[in-house]
């Protein structure tokens, strides 16, 4: 199955669209970073230590802290431009974009449903961004978008973890009982 069986070329567009519509605004990298990071650390404290936080203090985009949460926020905003920079004719280049995305979360010790927690926040944060401009229908896009995006990330990721792991220990491979066709927000 291919992303533009899943999202439709006018959901793509309108998810391109109302991005680059936020992006206009001032401090939105900055603001969509660090939201979401901190939307993500809520949602799993267990994922702090892999961008450099204790999972018993609390995490605040102030002070000492927020140059981590920046730096690391900034990363996710970079991986949301390339994956939607990815989007368009050439499927061939999107499979390449988030395989390559899925391997590299597995290289710093993300889990697929890491990955699927990080799509979930992003929507949050973005929702809020937007205000008015989330209507039904750019969440609609969203949603069928950022669902092809998370379950080819996770596909890739798994494939990679089945890769590396030991071949008796495929087993142990965590399961998060989250599959990408049910964790992520529905249309309304």
């Given amino acids: 199955m291919t992303y533009t069986e899943v999202a439709s070329p006018a959901c793509v567009m309108k998810v391109i669209s109302s991005w680059e519509t936020a992006r206009q605004r001032n401090g939105f990298d900055e603001q969509l970073g660090i939201d979401t990071l901190l939307v993500l650390f809520k949602m ?25 949460v920046l730096i690391h926020g900034l990363q996710v905003v970079k991986m949301f431009d390339v994956i939607l920079s990815a989007l368009g004719p050439d499927e061939e280049l999107f499979y390449d974009v988030v395989t390559e995305m899925g391997e590299q979360h597995c290289k710093h010790g993300l889990s697929p449903n890491h990955f699927t927690l990080l799509c979930r926040a992003v929507m949050e944060v973005l929702e809020k961004i937007m205000g008015n ?10 949603s069928q978008v950022i669902e092809c995006v998370n379950a080819e990330i996770v596909k ?7 890769k590396t792991a030991p071949s008796n220990s495929l087993s142990a491979l965590p399961r998060s009982g989250l599959t990408p066709s049910h964790s992520l927000p529905r249309a309304a």
Avoid: H
């Fill in 133 to 142: 401009e989330w209507t039904n229908d750019v969440r609609a896009a969203w």
């Fill in 44 to 68: 799993d404290p267990q994922i702090k230590p892999i961008y450099g936080f204790a999972v018993e203090k609390e995490v605040k985009a102030q002070g000492m802290q927020r140059m981590g």
């Fill in 156 to 162: 890739s990721m798994l494939k990679r973890m089945e």
